[in-house]
T-cell receptor, first 110, second 114 residues
């Protein structure tokens, strides 16, 4: 499984765009990139998944450069409720188990 | 619809006791997963069921841990002779079983071993 590296923590203010970058230098050809969000006292929640270029849904955008050695989760106009831990995961689409790192703790302030 | 539910939400037990943690997956989901999360860490995989069978139990830390899913729906994680190091949040997730795709997590059971 590809090892991922992401910042331990980030701070932002309401209304700002937040970009969290994840490094995965040894990503394999068949690997996908997935992001999960976890609020305190809750299980993780799937945010977005992609293989290359850009993926956008109603919650976030995921930018993946051509070499796929990193990816950036973009959260537009964050609110206080976006304060959570964000996990970047990389794995083969056929894998069943998710391998979480320690994630990025995002704190959004008024 | 209803999400993944886990009972109890909190469990306090004494060292050496036996505990059972229950998971009710989303109806129709064939895949069920158990994870364990310690404070400040990401969830750690324990076991994966596809239907009634344990397809991957490589994450179970030792033979004190056992999980079943007899009818392919509800699952029970069983821990024998609990130790203080077993204290953690135990998370259950379910999914369509299509691989590295979206898993739906429950709120977890917080286990405290005194």
């Amino acid at each position: 499984l590809a090892k991922t590296t992401q910042p331990i923590s980030m701070d932002s203010y309401e209304g700002q765009e937040v970009n969290i970058t994840c490094s995965h230098n040894n990503i394999a050809t068949n690997d996908y990139i997935t992001w999960y969000q976890q609020f305190p006292s809750q299980g993780p929640r799937f945010i977005i998944q992609g293989y290359k270029t850009k993926v956008t849904n109603e919650v976030a955008s995921l930018f993946i450069p051509a070499d796929r050695k990193s990816s950036t989760l973009s959260l537009p106009r964050v609110s206080l409720s976006d304060t959570a831990v964000y996990y970047c995961l990389v794995g083969d689409i056929s894998f069943q188990k998710l391998v979480f790192g320690t994630g990025t703790r995002l704190l959004v302030s008024p | 619809g209803a999400g993944v539910s886990q009972t109890p939400s909190n469990k306090v037990t004494e060292k050496g006791k036996y505990v059972e943690l229950r998971c009710d997956p989303i109806s129709g989901h064939t895949a069920l997963y158990w994870y364990r999360q310690s404070l400040g860490q990401g969830p750690e995989f324990l076991i994966y069921f596809q239907g009634t069978g344990a397809a991957d139990d490589s994450g179970l830390p030792n033979d004190r841990f056992f999980a079943v899913r007899p009818e392919g729906s509800v699952s029970t994680l069983k821990i024998q002779r609990t130790e203080r190091g077993d204290s953690a949040v135990y998370l259950c997730a379910s999914g369509q079983g299509g691989g590295f795709v979206e898993q739906f997590f429950g709120p977890g059971t917080r286990l405290t071993v005194l």
